[in-house]
């Protein structure tokens, strides 16, 4: 279920009602490509500084096996070959022109929530289009895994504009429709990480957006490790300002955590305040897990417009 407020429409960008999505709204970020590439002082830049395009030195994809020549790298000899033959081996990689970006994108209930600007869902589909758009521009494929909190949509890694078309086909049509359904029974954001590490080609860069409500810091810790292994993985979180207790709204309303369901009253300081330091403590739980796992992180609110956000990012 989700909350709106009355919001100032100029704030949006163009076509975009803030609760639903359209094309319209995500071929937007295509124009803003070139003001967010890199020396941009920026979110994107950020993120980007992570991700090696075009060119990435010794390729992941394997191609032969050749004797041993001075000069090859001695981590890359072939050990098995080498104790067969009695001669050193070597094997070769080719360099990879054209890198994986997957984007896991998290649609849950907790994500169809917003109370000022727009939904967490749709501010998240806005920096999904940015971080397309970009990943084309810069010659990598766009790919996909579309998690609604009961089934999962993958979307294949594809260059071009064919790639970010595809995705936002799926993500317009899957994001509409369960706007008016519910799930009683939500599964865990495992399923969605056990998916990313059964589909993404080793080497690809990796995008997990979320609020991370459904993250488990014990069972998702050890899939995250496995990711970490072969792959770039980074975390962008979403939040509402009302989950920090950041509201004008001072009566009472029935809240739920997912777990459980109560009536709070938003009118006392001391209420706001515990709102506050429980998200609070959620996020530093996440930040520090991305530390130990050097996972870059970052967050984006959903009351604000994104463009205005990532670029405030690294004043």
Request: charged share 20%; proline share 4%; net charge positive.
């Amino acid at each position: 279920m989700f909350v709106k407020q009355e919001i100032a429409h100029s704030e949006l960008p163009e076509h975009a009602d803030g609760v639903t999505l359209s094309l319209g709204e995500l071929l937007y970020y295509k124009t803003q490509t070139v003001r967010w590439l890199p020396p941009a002082k920026s979110l994107w830049s950020q993120i980007n500084g992570q991700h090696k395009s075009t060119q990435n030195g010794r390729g992941m994809n394997f191609s032969e096996v050749r004797q041993y020549q001075p000069g090859d790298d001695i981590r890359s000899i072939d050990w098995r070959v080498t104790a067969r033959t009695g001669k050193p081996h070597t094997k070769i990689f080719h360099e990879e022109r054209e890198q994986p970006v997957m984007l896991y994108l998290d649609f849950g209930k907790s994500m169809r929530f917003g109370s000022k600007l727009m939904l967490k869902s749709v501010q998240m589909a806005h920096m999904a289009s940015l971080i397309s758009w970009l990943a084309v521009d810069q010659k990598d494929r766009i790919g996909a895994i579309l998690d609604s909190g009961s089934d999962l949509f993958d979307i294949k890694p594809t260059s071009r504009n064919k790639g970010p078309l595809q995705l936002f086909n799926q993500l317009i049509k899957m994001h509409n429709q369960i706007l008016t359904t519910d799930v009683e029974h939500e599964s865990p954001l495992s399923k969605g990480l056990n998916a990313l590490h059964r589909l993404c080609p080793k080497g690809s860069e990796i995008i997990i957006c979320s609020d991370f409500i459904r993250f488990d810091h014990v069972k998702d810790k050890v899939l995250l490790t496995q990711l970490r292994q072969h792959n770039r993985v980074q975390f962008v979180q979403f939040f509402d300002p009302l989950e920090l207790g950041q509201t004008n709204f001072r009566g009472v309303e029935k809240v739920t955590n997912g777990q459980q369901t109560r009536w709070l009253s938003f009118s006392t300081k001391q209420n706001r305040q515990k709102l506050e330091s429980a998200f609070q403590s959620e996020q530093q739980k996440i930040a520090s897990l991305c530390r130990s796992l050097a996972i870059p992180y970052y967050s984006i609110s959903s009351a604000v417009p994104l463009i205005s956000q990532i670029a405030g990012t690294n004043k």
